[in-house]
């Protein structure tokens, strides 16, 4: 399949040997007039539209959350299957393709623009078979080095990278009024393939007699395929779905994309963290559970919860709901620390679960902050507004999503030198009450410049 960019330009001649310029056809299916702020466009033809490109994209990113969070899971049952790696070598193998996605996402965002959303959405779908067909090898191979196994957790990164391109491609298709709800859904649709893999593949890989890891790879190839084929027969391209590195330039420049950022390492952050780190958690620190049974639960209640965070900002705006998830998530991690001085697993599943539906709501609500701040403090000029919330959202998907190692490995840290996790806990509650102080003082606080409207 050939990428296009965009219109070309080609050279002509016509009878009269005069050389001029036309626009050149462009492969595959793109809209070149697209306005969905104008009621009358949304209500005709806008919405069915934006709905047909809404589903196979939230089909393709939940998908690469699948394949970004099969490590996750895998590494429960290593020990089981021959594989002689240590505690923080198993977190390891976790944090590494959050590491690498988070990456990635910042060159994901640009791809949309460069080469089509629907065309984007073919090619990143694809490139979910590498992870997939490389795990599915080397399950098989308990002997193999650890920096080897690493390289191959890495590939799974490529699946993080999804979530910007599909937020930053969905983006573009909806109102400001629809967007909070629009984003959450889909951003929604690709969390819950965290608790999709965290479910399926303890069944999958012990399905007959046996331990059979590779499966947990294999499960997922036909699927990849299936989505390739949908967003190439379904989605279209936008040409107004522009955005340059000038732009990016630009929306970097402004302090409000580094504080979202930041915020988004709380939200977002705290969910694939603790969505990658869960399984393992519980195996180390409860070894009599069954991990299959409960570990997918955080990252499912997570995931259900962010489309109503979104809704819920669309009505009294995210900064409040954002503050009150804070609020919510800094009370989990207490009780967390409570239940592990108690030794009562009930009481830990209970204060993480609490903690996932704060993060996930506050994933939403987050999200929902960004087109708002921008439209208000870019007056007279929406279009450079879109332009530059677009690039906030990719370099705050990019940057939040660092969670997902940081938190890893701050598991492993604690562990390795206190021989607890509550350090660890410790930590990221602090942290979330700076990042409370943050949100209200930039968004909330009387006499601030934003304080009077429902960013």
């Known amino acids: 399949m050939t990428l296009e960019a965009g219109p070309k330009v080609v050279t002509h001649r016509d009878r009269t040997g005069a050389v001029g310029t036309v ?75 959050s590491l690498v996605g988070a990456t990635l996402r910042l060159p994901y965002t640009f791809a949309v623009p460069r080469f ?23 399950m098989t191979q308990p002997d193999t080095a650890f920096w080897v196994m690493a390289l191959v957790a890495a590939t799974a990164g490529v699946g993080g990278g999804n979530f910007a391109s599909s937020m930053t491609n969905i983006s573009f298709f909806y109102p ?49 395929l299936l989505a390739a084929v949908l967003a190439w027969k379904v989605m279209a391209n936008l040409s107004v779905a522009t955005s340059s590195f000038r732009t990016s330039i630009a929306a970097a420049k402004r302090p409000h994309t580094w504080i979202i950022s930041f915020l988004y390492i709380g939200t977002f952050g705290s969910f694939i963290g603790f969505g990658a780190a869960f399984p393992l958690l519980i195996k180390t620190t409860f070894p009599e559970i069954t991990v299959a049974h409960i570990a997918f639960l955080g990252a499912l209640v997570g995931s259900v919860a962010r489309p109503f965070g979104g809704k819920l900002s669309d009505r009294v705006g995210g900064a409040w709901v954002t503050v009150c998830s804070f609020v919510v998530m800094g009370l989990g991690i207490l009780a967390a620390i409570v239940s592990l001085n108690a030794d009562s697993f009930a009481a830990f599943l209970i204060s993480f679960l609490v903690l996932f539906v704060a993060s996930g709501a506050a994933n939403g609500s987050t999200y929902r902050m960004i087109p708002a701040v921008f439209r208000l403090t870019t007056p007279g000029d929406p279009g450079r507004a879109r332009r530059e919330a677009a690039a906030c959202i990719g370099i705050a998907s990019a940057v939040g999503a660092y969670g997902g190692f940081l938190v890893p490995r701050g598991f492993a840290m604690s562990t390795s030198h206190f021989g607890s996790l509550i350090p ?16 209200y003082f930039a968004y909330l606080r009387k006499g601030g410049p934003l304080s009077q409207e429902r960013v």
Request: charged share 15%; glycine share 10%.
């Open 424 to 439: 660890a806990l410790y930590v990221f509650c602090g942290f979330y009450v700076l990042c409370l102080a943050v949100t």
């Open 116 to 138: 089509g959303g629907r065309n984007w959405t073919v090619v990143s779908a694809m490139m979910l078979l590498i992870p997939t067909i490389g795990l599915s090898y080397f």
């Open 176 to 224: 400001e009024k629809e967007k909070g709800f629009a984003l959450g859904i889909n951003a929604a649709g690709g969390n819950l393939g965290v608790a999709v893999v965290q479910l399926l593949v303890p069944i999958v890989i012990v399905a007959g007699a046996g331990l059979t890891l590779n499966r947990a790879g294999l499960l997922w190839i036909p699927l990849i």
């Open 23 to 97: 626009e050149a056809p462009r492969r595959g299916r793109w809209i070149d007039v697209w306005d969905p702020e104008d009621a009358g466009f949304w209500a005709t033809k806008g919405r069915a539209v934006a709905r047909r490109n809404l589903w196979p994209s939230i089909f393709a990113e939940f998908l690469g959350f699948s394949v970004w969070q099969l490590w996750s899971i895998v590494v429960v049952s290593m020990p089981k299957a021959g594989f002689t790696y240590t505690t923080d070598q198993l977190f390891w193998l976790v944090a590494l393709p």
